[in-house]
């Protein structure tokens, strides 16, 4: 059974920092795009950050650029995402995702993706 689980999720001021991780089993990811979407409530789920297979190539939306810093470890089939400066804007729940397929110009679409994680909340208080 293919699963991806996050964990990491949590309650900080504004101007913290939380680290995410994705931990994907079921089949190997390696050659995968990875992803993560965020959504807050009532708003529709919107593209974070993406890394290609072997972790060299990454993608942010622009509100998380230069704060989030995405990456990937293919020997134990995880992905994280670092958070620093956040903002009360940030609060949504966090969701991995991951793509059978290449680095594509789509990747910001949630359609692009196989198979998604259940999510974690992260909250960001002023």
């Known amino acids: 059974q293919v699963q991806l689980v996050e964990s990491g999720g949590g309650l900080v001021q504004a101007g913290g920092f939380l680290r995410l991780s994705c931990a994907a089993s079921g089949r190997t990811f390696s050659t995968d795009t990875m992803g993560w979407f965020r959504q807050a409530p009532g708003k529709e789920r919107e593209f974070v950050a993406a890394?290609?297979?072997?972790?060299?190539?990454?993608d942010y939306a622009d509100s998380v650029k230069g704060r989030f810093t995405i990456s990937r470890d293919n020997a134990k089939n995880t992905m994280s995402l670092q958070m620093n400066s956040l903002k009360t804007e940030d609060t949504a729940a966090y969701y991995c995702?991951?793509?059978?397929?290449?680095?594509?110009?789509?990747?910001?679409?949630?359609?692009?993706?196989?198979?998604w994680g259940q999510g974690t909340q992260v909250t960001v208080s002023s």
């Open positions: 995702a991951a793509r059978r397929g290449p680095w594509i110009e789509g990747r910001r679409s949630s359609l692009a993706y196989n198979y």
């Open positions: 890394v290609n297979w072997n972790g060299r190539t990454t």
